[in-house]
């Protein structure tokens, strides 16, 4: 199929901003970096859905450590704005008393979600908790978070694809593409 530049997600027009081959590139090295940092440890990689699970499985692939996976849903938008709210939709399924947490998450923008998600996750007494994001927009940043782990800081822009979406939709492309109209 031949690479389109601009993409209709219901009717708003994206252009694409990041490509496939940049987003691999970036995950390899996040992977080394946390593989090389975790050398030795077992952590828990807590995925947040739904739009970090495309990011979650091409990591989890390129990490070469002992390590388990599980997921959590926390949201926070509606169309291309953020509620402010976070509402907990599923809870965790995995016991991290002592153990090395790394959250996996598409986009921090507010950090509002995070800040939510941290604060439950340190009541469970982890032995550490790092953050991993595919995307980060600092401009955005309402809370102080110690972001460990970014593939890619972007401006203040509404971005869909490679899991990230517009209504539910976009999540399913290879490439990141950027609002327009």
Same mark, same amino acid.
Do not use: W
């Given at each position: 199929? @031949?690479?389109?530049?601009? $993409?209709?997600v219901?009717?708003k027009?994206?252009? $694409?901003?990041i490509? !496939?081959? !940049?987003?691999?590139? #970036?995950? @390899?090295?996040?992977?080394? !970096?946390?593989?090389?940092d975790?050398?030795?440890?077992?952590?828990?990689?807590?995925? =947040?859905?739904?739009?970090s699970?495309?990011?979650a499985?091409?990591?989890?692939?390129?990490?070469?450590?002992?390590?388990?996976?599980?997921?959590?849903?926390?949201?926070?938008? +509606?169309?291309? @704005?953020?509620?402010?709210? =976070?509402?907990? =939709? $599923?809870g965790?399924?995995?016991?991290?008393?002592?153990?090395?947490? *790394?959250?996996? !998450?598409? *986009?921090?923008?507010t950090?509002?979600?995070?800040a939510?998600?941290l604060?439950?996750?340190?009541a #469970?007494?982890?032995?550490?908790?790092?953050?991993?994001?595919?995307?980060?927009?600092?401009?955005k940043?309402? =809370?102080?978070l110690?972001?460990?782990?970014?593939? @890619? +800081? *972007?401006?203040?822009?509404?971005?869909?694809?490679?899991?990230?979406d517009?209504?539910?939709?976009?999540?399913?492309?290879k490439?990141i593409y950027?609002? $327009?109209?």
């Open positions: 199929m @031949k690479e389109h530049k601009t $993409i209709q219901k009717e027009t994206f252009v $694409i901003s490509p !496939e081959s !940049e987003l691999q590139e #970036q995950i @390899k090295r996040v992977a080394a !970096e946390i593989s090389r975790y050398a030795g440890c077992q952590p828990v990689f807590l995925a =947040v859905l739904n739009g699970f495309i990011f499985a091409d990591l989890l692939r390129e990490i070469d450590l002992h390590c388990e996976i599980s997921f959590v849903k926390l949201a926070s938008y +509606e169309g291309t @704005k953020t509620t402010g709210s =976070v509402r907990e =939709v $599923i965790l399924n995995v016991d991290i008393t002592g153990r090395p947490v *790394i959250i996996v !998450e598409d *986009i921090v923008d950090g509002l979600t995070m939510h998600m604060d439950t996750l340190k #469970q007494n982890p032995a550490s908790i790092d953050i991993c994001t595919l995307l980060l927009k600092p401009s940043l309402q =809370v102080k110690d972001i460990r782990y970014c593939c @890619k +800081e *972007i401006p203040d822009d509404f971005v869909v694809g490679y899991g990230l517009y209504d539910g939709f976009g999540r399913n492309t490439d950027t609002i $327009i109209k």
